[in-house]
């Protein structure tokens, strides 16, 4: 690992902000516009790379210190963008939220994001051996960037062809966004989402992984709502909601297993130790070292002990109590539950590349509406607070990806994280109020200029876990099969995601399966070493013309916001 100078500069610094500012404007208009949020961090990457080499001679690490700066506040607004609208959706008046309470909403979440992530960092980055496709994806395209070559070429032109074809099919419309959806299966999303992302998504994550998924698709849509209803035992209407409430029960399950797993441990050690001369802590002879990387090593030592995260997690639970008015039980329940939901924000990026922050934020939600008399606008804050601490949950677990496939600091990465994610608040907030002023709080639902999808997802379930028992089963049963180390999440995200997703990801696999079929009958010729090579090389292509893929309908995506959000400004 290098050391954090010449990773942490100046310039990182400044490049970073200002691409903070204009990627996070882009992420609040395409996740309230689209429905749906691209991750930015490739075309962040390529950008910090050629700012940096403009001004002069750099390396991989301050380019990955300078891009975390530059994304972090792209899944701030994705987790305001996704939850606070439906207050609007819902028929309350603009007034009913206040730009202070989306401030406190949003640094609220920075905050418990933040804490989350400097203790989970080392068990999902360096113990748990996650993929992580996005984090891969990048580090790949910039060792390509960096040193050119054949390399280069496949994954500069995979990335290429890729953008081509989401601007034909987004900016265009020349190609339609989803396939097969003429097909019509009662309660099932049924159809292949025309995305080269989420195709190369499958490729890249582990074969076990994308099947799990599957399996837990074709549980949830075709054995629950499908083979239920057909039985006779529930209507169509009831078997989503069961499907929807065990699927969000086998996450939550999960994400309560990852929590007592990592983080019990790590509470006893700190426990263990003894204070000395201010801030130093002093390990009890023969214990095991709770900092074992350079991250915890660093907070401890700048004084974010257990103790002062603790007081900074209290900290928040009395400002959402006091400044949103929720109470002392949702405020309880919003920290204590921001362990486990930021747990298994990185855990589905990890395994899939998919962070569905308001579903999180939905789940804490739903418990804290069936344990109290919490108002519903004040429900879309529990919402808002979770959603922001997940995404930028995964997008700096996407960072410490990158950055530790090339030797980066993850102190660097995560100041780096500090500075844009608190950056990004107030742009997020401050895009989201230009815009209700600009358009009125109408414009926002399925069939308004704004569609705010998920936003309206939370606005419909607000009353409540719609199958309790359900929820209840996915959520034992979610735990029991992470502590035998069975993949419990991606079954549950099978579960509860549309078809279609689950779908299109599998026939990345399947792709995955045909490429490395074709691969092996070749070696078969060939003598034991060459075959080796070929093998080495093969699996090499695939990995980097596959991030390239997914990395050119990403960058597409960002640069049309951008493009729609400069014809705003232009036309205003």
């Known amino acids: ?65 300078t891009h975390t700066v530059m994304t972090s506040g792209a899944m701030v607004a994705g987790g305001l963008a996704f939850t606070i609208p439906g207050i609007w959706i819902l028929g309350y008046p603009e007034d009913a939220v206040s730009w202070q309470q989306m401030l406190i909403v949003a640094l609220a979440g920075v905050v418990l994001g933040l804490i989350c992530t400097a203790y989970l960092r080392k068990h999902f980055i360096e113990e748990a051996h996650l993929e992580f496709p996005l984090g891969e994806a990048t580090s790949q395209t910039l060792l390509a960037g960096n040193t050119g070559g054949a390399t280069g070429v496949k994954l500069f032109s995979a990335m290429g062809l890729a953008g081509i074809y989401t601007l034909v099919r987004d900016w265009f419309g020349a190609l339609p966004v989803m396939l097969l959806n003429w097909v019509q299966i009662p309660g099932v999303a049924f159809g292949i989402y025309n995305s080269p992302m989420l195709l190369a998504i499958g490729f890249i994550v582990g074969t076990g992984a994308v099947v799990a998924w599957f399996i837990g698709a074709l549980i949830g849509n075709f054995g629950i709502i499908v083979g239920g209803t057909a039985a006779g035992l529930w209507t169509t209407e009831l078997g989503t909601q069961i499907c929807s409430s065990l699927g969000m029960g086998l996450m939550m399950g999960c994400g309560v297993a990852v929590v007592l797993k990592v983080l019990f441990p790590v509470a006893k050690s700190f426990a ?12 009890p002879k023969g214990a095991p070292s709770p900092q074992a990387d350079a991250l915890t090593r660093f907070l401890a030592k700048k ?59 939905l789940i804490v939600l739903l418990i804290v509406a069936a344990f109290s008399g919490t108002p519903q606008v004040q429900l879309f804050f529990v919402a ?93 049963v979610g735990a029991v099969l992470y502590f035998f180390r069975l993949p419990s999440m991606m079954i549950g995200l099978g579960v509860y995601l549309p078809f279609f997703l689950s779908l299109t990801a599998f026939l990345g696999v399947v792709v995955k399966f045909v490429y490395h079929f074709i691969g092996k009958r070749k070696r078969a010729k060939m003598s034991k070493e060459a075959a080796e090579e070929h093998q080495r090389a093969a699996d090499e292509t695939g990995l980097v013309i596959s991030s390239g893929v997914l990395g050119g309908e990403s960058i597409a995506g960002v640069a049309i916001a951008l493009i729609i959000i400069g014809q705003l400004l232009v036309a205003s």
């Open 1 to 65: 690992m290098q050391s954090l100078k010449g990773q942490l500069t100046l310039r990182s610094i400044l490049i970073g902000c200002i691409g903070c500012v204009i990627i996070t404007t882009a992420s609040m208009y395409t996740a309230l516009k689209m429905g749906m949020l691209p991750w930015p961090i490739l075309f962040a990457a390529i950008v910090s790379l050629f700012f940096l080499k403009v001004f002069g001679k750099t390396n991989l690490s301050e380019v990955n210190v």
């Open 272 to 283: 263990g130790m003894k204070r000395k001369k201010g801030t130093e802590l002093v390990q």
């Open 303 to 361: 004084g974010l002990t257990a103790g002062i995260a603790a007081s900074l997690i209290a900290a928040v639970a009395l400002v959402l109590c006091f400044a949103l008015h929720l109470g002392p039980f949702a405020s309880i329940i919003i920290v204590i539950f921001a362990w486990i939901t930021t747990a298994m924000s990185a855990q589905s990026v990890g395994q899939t590349g998919i962070d569905p922050m308001e579903i999180f934020g």
């Open 384 to 476: 808002g607070v979770i959603a922001v601490a997940c995404g930028l949950t995964g997008d700096i677990m996407n960072d410490f990806k990158a950055g530790h496939n090339l030797g980066t600091d993850p102190r660097g990465q995560w100041i780096a994280q500090l500075i844009g994610g608190l950056l990004g608040t107030g742009v997020a907030v401050a895009v989201l109020c230009v815009l209700v002023q600009a358009y009125g709080v109408g414009a926002f639902g399925l069939t308004e200029t704004f569609v705010s999808t998920q936003a309206t997802i939370v606005a419909t379930m607000i009353s409540g876990i719609p199958c309790l028992p359900a929820f209840i089963i996915g959520l034992v």
